[in-house]
């Protein structure tokens, strides 16, 4: 099997004007600054680009938006999941008519967990898309823990390439994974990369993850990918004050987008609501840490 | 205030074909058998109606569809609530110009429970909208948990004129919210009509529910409000086998589908899914207790 | 296998006196009640006996006392779960020391679901004792979903003999365990008896649940046995609107506790805080609901 | 109000022997060697002590041990929360009657949220014993989730002087509570120290965690009580790595049991079941970050 895709993948945020309306303008320049980073691959309609709070016309312009600005570049990912299995496909297959490379699938919420119910999901959608299919395992939004015995009998299902871990502790769930089913799936981390020198040493991949500051997980990839363990924990260890700030629950997401707007990146860092509102101490935090940022960076 | 909603609203279903779309034949059939059972109104992209499963557009074609058929024969009800602010006024504006007569708004889920985004949020849309808003308290789907405390507070925002409670045990909930605020909320009951008796005895205005009989709750309400009560009493303890049967969870509304079904209302009883499918016994407990509600119902 | 534990069994509430202290003269009164009105056995220390508001001590006072007045007469089963192995093994050996004939075993909380370490957690309890052991389905409580595939996995442990559901719908998973492992397990029906007459249909072996008039469950499961179902279920009819009543989430142990009180049984029906409070109205419901079962008892 | 509690409260686990009995001598060894570390008090019966794995007579057993082996150096904290009123004030009077110095109290686990519970339950305690007690906000365990509002409100009870943070984002949550109120409470961090910075900067009276190089936030802090914010800054992000990773959730204590052991501590590093196992992997990357934390310690 092929996994074609792997590193650093950034998962966009949407960027809102003062109206709360998508301002397309800043979601190229966002497209353009990723890539001219050098990410490996973007991940569109995760839960950090506000896929919950969008409308289905919102999803599908900035599939479309993204991959006319992405221009064949790097693969882009898109979230597809849904309440619904028939959602789910609608999405999909709307996702690949616009040209994504991939599908990342969030599992159905459900009033109880049930294994066999999320595996016929997958198995459903699978039959439906020509894409591979990422399994977006994140408990903390969607309310469904899969064990990795679970995760292992999903990559079963023809086009089901890839996993992209949400569910803490990462790196011990990536060796469980890979215990059970080897290669046969490709792991990302993410918990903001939190865990992204340990999700590595374990096989993982890559990451995705919407960290404001692509390049230093770029750097921390690349060494690591062309053994140079120690230059990339030591970079890891740099970047770790902040990206331990930016993985705060709740305003994970508002700090980011406080960060690219002052990166010149987006007009306005407003989050849809209902939303947790930054602090004047939290804007204070940011000063001090994008300062120490610049000041340690290679 | 004047409460204009009142008596019976039945939850309608989401008929589906056998390809999962949407049977538009079968929903105006069971739009014309409830109003000819009598219904005060019709609540339409309740969970019942598996909102969480239908998209944008096929949500407005529902509404759409209702809103013809019924025809201004009674008042609509439409679901339209969201995981945002902004997706809910979205929703909430085009029922308004489809053309219903109140919107019921469930609260946004939140990854932590909080009393003041909850009461921004229904403050929000209501600015927005220029029809009366029913609160929907239904914490089995939405994981919010809405003290009476916060739906008195809720009830000071203009347009917000009822709520519909499904947060067991509904009779005490009743009573607390009315010590609050007596009539400044119209209440109505759920929870399949299992509490129905008490939920009037205690000041509800009516009950909104999708139980497959709504003669039957009719004739129990239509007794309690010309004052026979224990005549009220007694048809609800006749019908309440069948009453609690369909009230169990996950397989609820796949068993009022099938009665529906039965009863020549839809054409079939698919649910989309991922859903608990009905076993055989099932099936021949349904026979069993549609018997004898044909006997014992006057 | 040789399943003796079967029938109706009564959950004991723990009666308190106005300090809260246990009353173990109305805990003696209640013994003889239940076992004057032919319950098949006797269950303690369950979410109803408030065993999650009981010390060490007094849970090992309570289960001495009601061996010493049951003194042989039925089986007595004892809530032994614990949130670790080790302490549900102490809970266990205890128990069967004081001399009771089977333990019910609760899941451990897990912040995560985790099929392995809850069989882990049975299988090495059950190293450890001697009695038969009876797995406590309830997720309301106890945070745990449990699968027919892992009970079924879990009956391939050596004592584990019963099942106790209390996880909704009942009648299907009994069907859905049957299906899996025949008659391997005992299964116990609960959910206050709501679905009793359905559970029976279903291949239960009886029932364990709190509900005020056991006479009533025993008539109706005597009726079943026998072959009389037509008589059973009407009997389970009549019964229903104080079954329904009773099984209202968060004050069901308080209205039972009123109607025992009531009964003569227990001195104070006070419930340890926090506690829902029984309103007014409640009361008056009890009055007319105790009445019209009175009238229509046989 | 006088707040007599401040600085690094080390939250002491329980150390078993290979048979899961609580090792008696390796506690004395932990408890001197914090107190030869400097911490400024000891926490006991927290979650990181598995207290709800703990019989009633071993919560006893190991508060007469410590506060016999501390004998008065520090000031000592007990956990006694408990799932109910009752039950948490007699936890609460015998460690008072031992003489501990202060009560850390969990708040109850509700089936619903209900912040006047939860209210009475703390006024209720606090009417029983004559300590400070410190409000315990961990919504990972106990499900319970505390506003900056009710905890405002706690605050008005007399003896509650304290509250010990866990409910991330805690920097927001020590800003929003101190708004409300002043310095009324004290306010501990917690998080494992993932934000021990911030919570410094933000108003925090200290930290109570498990970390397992205790002498670093102790350094960290009082760099940051002199004055030396830059100097406590550098401290507190050197020891990042080994913070963020004993901070993964399920085996956080784990990892800390066997860096305590490695330290020579502790005897075992054996944690009760049901817990998830460290695997080989975490076993080295425990190496490497120990090497680490020695290489980069002032």
């Given at each position: 099997?092929?996994q074609i895709?792997?590193?650093?993948y950034v998962?966009?945020?949407?960027?809102?004007?003062?109206?709360?309306?998508i301002?397309?303008?800043?979601l190229?320049?966002?497209?353009d600054f990723?890539?001219?980073?050098?990410?490996?691959?973007?991940?569109?309609?995760?839960i950090?680009?506000e896929?919950?709070?969008?409308?289905d016309?919102?999803?599908r312009?900035?599939t479309?938006?993204?991959?006319n600005?992405?221009?064949?570049?790097?693969?882009?990912?898109?979230?597809?999941?849904a309440s619904?299995?028939?959602?789910?496909?609608?999405?999909s297959k709307?996702?690949?008519?616009?040209?994504?490379?991939?599908?990342m699938?969030?599992p159905?919420?459900?009033?109880?967990?049930?294994?066999?119910a999320?595996?016929?999901?997958?198995?459903d959608?699978?039959?439906?898309?020509?894409?591979p299919?990422?399994?977006?395992?994140?408990?903390?939004?969607?309310?469904?823990?899969?064990?990795?015995t679970?995760i292992?009998?999903?990559?079963?299902?023809?086009k089901?390439?890839?996993?992209?871990?949400e569910?803490?502790?990462?790196?011990?769930?990536i060796?469980?994974?890979?215990?059970?089913?080897e290669n046969k799936?490709g792991i990302?981390?993410?918990l903001?990369g939190l865990?992204f020198?340990?999700?590595?040493?374990r096989?993982?991949s890559?990451?995705?993850?919407?960290?404001?500051?692509?390049?230093i997980?770029i750097?921390i990839?690349?060494?690591?990918?062309?053994?140079?363990?120690?230059?990339?924990?030591?970079?890891?260890?740099?970047a770790?004050p902040?990206?331990?700030?930016?993985?705060?629950?709740l305003?994970?997401?508002?700090?980011?987008?406080?960060?690219l707007?002052?990166r010149g990146?987006?007009?306005?860092?407003?989050?849809?609501?209902?939303a947790?509102?930054l602090?004047?101490e939290?804007l204070?935090?940011?000063?001090?840490?994008?300062?120490?940022?610049?000041?340690?960076s290679?």
């Open positions: 099997m092929s895709l792997k590193g650093v998962i966009l945020p949407t960027p809102f004007d003062e109206q709360r309306r301002d397309f303008a800043s190229k320049t966002l497209v990723e890539l001219n980073a050098g990410v490996h691959g973007i991940t569109l309609l995760g950090l680009g896929v919950t709070r969008l409308s016309t919102e999803k312009e900035i479309r938006a993204v991959v600005q992405v221009n064949g570049r790097v693969p882009i990912v898109a979230g597809t999941g619904g299995t028939d959602l789910a496909i609608m999405y709307e996702a690949e008519e616009i040209g994504v490379d991939s599908i699938v969030a159905p919420r459900l009033l109880k967990p049930n294994d066999d999320i595996f016929n999901y997958y198995r959608i699978a039959k439906e898309v020509h894409l299919i990422v399994i977006q395992d994140e408990p903390t939004t969607y309310g469904v823990h899969m064990s990795p679970l292992a009998r999903l990559s079963t299902i023809e089901v390439d890839y996993v992209k871990l569910d803490a502790p990462t790196p011990l769930k060796t469980a994974i890979r215990n059970l089913i799936l990302f981390g993410g903001g865990y020198y340990e999700e590595l040493l096989g993982a890559g990451i995705m993850t919407g960290f404001a500051y692509p390049e997980l750097h990839y690349e060494s690591f990918t062309t053994g140079r363990r120690d230059s990339s924990r030591n970079l890891f260890y740099t770790l902040l990206i331990r700030y930016e993985a705060q629950p305003v994970s997401l508002a700090i980011r987008k406080e960060i707007r002052r990146l987006i007009k306005s860092a407003i989050v849809r609501d209902p947790t509102k602090d004047l939290t204070k935090e940011i000063d001090e840490l994008l300062q120490i940022i610049k000041q340690r290679p």
